[in-house]
């Protein structure tokens, strides 16, 4: 299993080595392991967690709807596309081809930028929070 030291998981996102350090103190993210001298070892799954963390904070700061409904629409879709994803990716790929289902994410993925930044240039109603 890979480890990545804190520098190197500051550079594969958007955050600076003090932050990702904040969220571990806030309880955002577990605290990583520690190597023999203390340094931060961060695996692969502690870094898939802290993009979900910091994609969910995304969705709840853009948001026009309140805080309290945003969460549970997000999960719910969350967690259907999750539950649905596997089934229809493997029926789409056993109909058509091995290499259709990546397509249909790639378009799926390609829409849902569009759709984002299209949104990104409209006016935003008042958040109530």
Not at 78 to 86: E, Q, V
Request: with cysteine; proline share 5%.
């Amino acid at each position: 299993m890979d480890r990545f030291k804190i520098d190197d998981v500051a550079k594969a996102t958007i955050l600076t080595k003090r932050m990702i350090c904040y969220y571990e103190e806030i309880g955002l993210i577990k605290p990583p392991a520690r190597s023999e001298g203390g340094t931060r070892l961060y695996t692969a799954d502690d870094i898939e967690q802290l993009n979900n963390t910091l994609f969910t904070s995304y969705v709840m700061e853009t948001s026009p709807y309140e805080r309290g409904v945003t969460p549970g629409m997000y999960n719910f879709v969350r967690w259907m596309g999750a539950a649905i994803a596997p089934v229809l990716s493997g029926v789409i790929g056993h109909a058509v081809s091995a290499k259709a289902p990546f397509m249909v994410a790639m378009a799926l993925a390609l829409v849902a930028f569009l759709f984002l930044v299209w949104h990104k240039h409209e006016p935003s109603a008042t958040k109530t929070v």
